[in-house]
């Protein structure tokens, strides 16, 4: 995970634009629950969904990495957030919508933690809710032994990042980090655990958690979203 980063994070990923892509999940979420007041977001990372949908909704958070939760606790320093593990974190609050973004469902890494997560998910939502999952990528598109390498500004140096996808199971990733400023340079070595999951074993995990699915090709990265809607 990102422990050792976390206070990189949002220099790495300051390509990704959470303002539209709150936008749309907004939308995404009125046009099915009309009513929707309440968004559980779960891998909040950092908080920058949070940040924008806190506009739309009365918003709470979840994550497994508290380094990343201190972030979003300094974003939002009123905001509910919670340390807990996707697959069986347990709220007193129900919610009319829960999030999964920007792939954070991969950490599950095997199909029986992935349906634990979302039948976890699912128990957090009101009658008539509304789950969305962003997927990680399809087994097609992990290309085992792919190498890529970045160079990002974080306003007082840079991070120079290089990851090899390893061919173990359903997707390793090793990230080396070079982390430059004043105070010299330092190195990070991280390794993230995931696992790719096909279109079938993402629409059972929604079908077993009883959520009526719905499946958008492009989604809000072109990577697809998940949509289960849970009766009333
Ligand atoms: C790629 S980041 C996405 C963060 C945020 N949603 C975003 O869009 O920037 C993946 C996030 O998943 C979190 N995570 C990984 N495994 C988790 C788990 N089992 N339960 C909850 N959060 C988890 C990580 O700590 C990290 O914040």
């Known amino acids: 995970m990102f422990t ?15 303002e539209g ?4 999940i907004t939308t995404l979420v009125r046009e099915r629950v009309p009513n929707a007041t309440t968004l559980l977001d779960v891998a909040c990372g950092t908080g920058k969904h949070l940040e924008h949908l806190s506009k739309s909704f009365e918003c709470q958070g979840v994550d497994l990495d508290t380094e990343m939760l201190k972030i979003s606790e300094e974003r939002m320093p009123e905001a509910r957030l919670h340390n807990g593990d996707m697959c069986e974190f347990s709220l007193n609050s129900k919610f009319d919508a829960v999030t999964c973004l920007f792939s954070s469902i991969g950490y599950t890494k095997t199909v029986d933690r992935m349906e634990e997560a979302v039948s976890n998910m ?8 509304m789950l969305l999952v962003e997927p990680w990528i399809t087994p097609e598109a992990w290309i085992p032994g792919r190498v890529h390498a970045d160079k990002y500004e ?3 140096g840079f991070v120079l990042r290089m990851g090899v996808a390893e061919p173990v ?3 390793r990733l090793v990230l080396e980090y070079m982390i430059g400023n004043s105070n010299g340079i330092s190195k990070v070595t991280e390794t993230h655990e995931m696992g790719w999951f096909t279109h079938d ?8 958690a009883d959520l009526k699915l719905e499946y958008l090709e492009e989604g809000l990265t072109g990577r697809g979203i998940y949509i289960g809607l849970k009766p009333e």
């Open 201 to 208: 074993e993402y629409s059972n995990a929604f079908t077993k």
């Open 154 to 156: 974080t306003g007082d």
């Open 169 to 171: 199971d359903r997707g």
């Open 122 to 129: 699912a128990n957090h939502l009101n009658p008539g809710g």
């Open 21 to 24: 892509e709150s936008e749309l």
């Open 4 to 18: 050792k980063t976390a206070k990189q994070y949002d220099d790495v990923y300051s390509y990704k634009d959470y």
